[in-house]
Nanobody, 122 residues
Framework: DVQLQASGGGLVQPGGSLRLSCETS????????IGWFRQVPGQSREGLST????????YVRDSVRGRFTVSSDSAKNTVYLQMDSLKPDDTAVYYC???????????????WGRGTQVTVSS
């Protein structure tokens, strides 16, 4: 079975950092792109950053550029999202997903993991 599991969320103060992990199994993720998304209740899910397993190409949303960094460890079948300088507006449920292109378009992703809550508050 194809599985993606996001973890690493939690409560952090403004200005703090978190690293999210997306552990994948059941497929060879280097043939896919892995994307990070987030969703606030009542709002649309938005793409944050994606990485292509095939060629390493990246997409980073403007609002998180310079603060969020996506990386991967193929030996662990894991993709990471390092989040620095966190703001209260970053509070959301964060998801990872697998698709065929490193794009922020949600419909391009066919496999989704369960989300992890990130709360930025003092």
């Amino acid at each position: 079975d194809v599985q993606l599991q996001a973890s690493g969320g939690g409560l952090v103060q403004p200005g703090g950092s978190l690293r999210l992990s997306c552990e994948t199994s059941g497929f060879n993720w280097v043939d896919y792109a892995i994307g990070w998304f987030r969703q606030v209740p009542g709002q649309s899910r938005e793409g944050l950053s994606t990485i292509s397993g095939r060629d390493g190409s990246l997409y980073v949303r403007d609002s998180v550029r310079g603060r969020f960094t996506v990386s991967s460890d193929s030996a662990k079948n894991t993709v990471y999202l390092q989040m620095d300088s966190l703001k209260p507006d970053d509070t959301a449920v964060y998801y990872c997903a697998a698709g065929f292109r490193a794009t922020p378009v949600i419909d391009e992703y066919c496999y989704w993991g369960r989300g992890t809550q990130v709360t930025v508050s003092s």
